[in-house]
């Protein structure tokens, strides 16, 4: 049963970065077309550039890390801390905006945008609390 416990945090560890890590490699890939996102969100013109390349920095790095199982606490705890001003810009401020318009559509995609993000940052934070698992080049801790 224990090998059996090892391979389902492996598992969970890989399926909790692969968002992150698909996330930022599709940033690389279009640059421009998430820039443009970031803008029509209302993010400012001069944070557009520094905040791309830092989401692919958390997303695609801090992603791959805790995919490898190195440095994965620590990865965790600064994805956690990125979540929660990304998840506030994107989709929280979004959804209230859309339910203040009675777009109900809109709304509940950004609800669901927001309660995906919440479940995320508590995978994020179990992993900072538990480790990488045996399975991981931080061997565990």
Known sequence: MDGFRKLLTLIGRILLALIFVLSGF??????????GYMSHAGMPPGL?????IASI?????LGLL???GYRARWAAILMFLWFIPVTTLFHLIPWMDARAKGDAT????QQINVLKNISIMGGLLMLAGFGSGPYSLDGGD
């Open 26 to 35: 599709s940033k690389v890939t279009n640059m421009a077309g998430t820039a």
């Open 48 to 52: 557009i550039h520094p905040g791309l």
């Open 57 to 61: 920095l958390v997303e695609l790095g």
């Open 66 to 68: 805790v995919m490898i």
């Open 106 to 109: 809109t709304a509940l995609m």
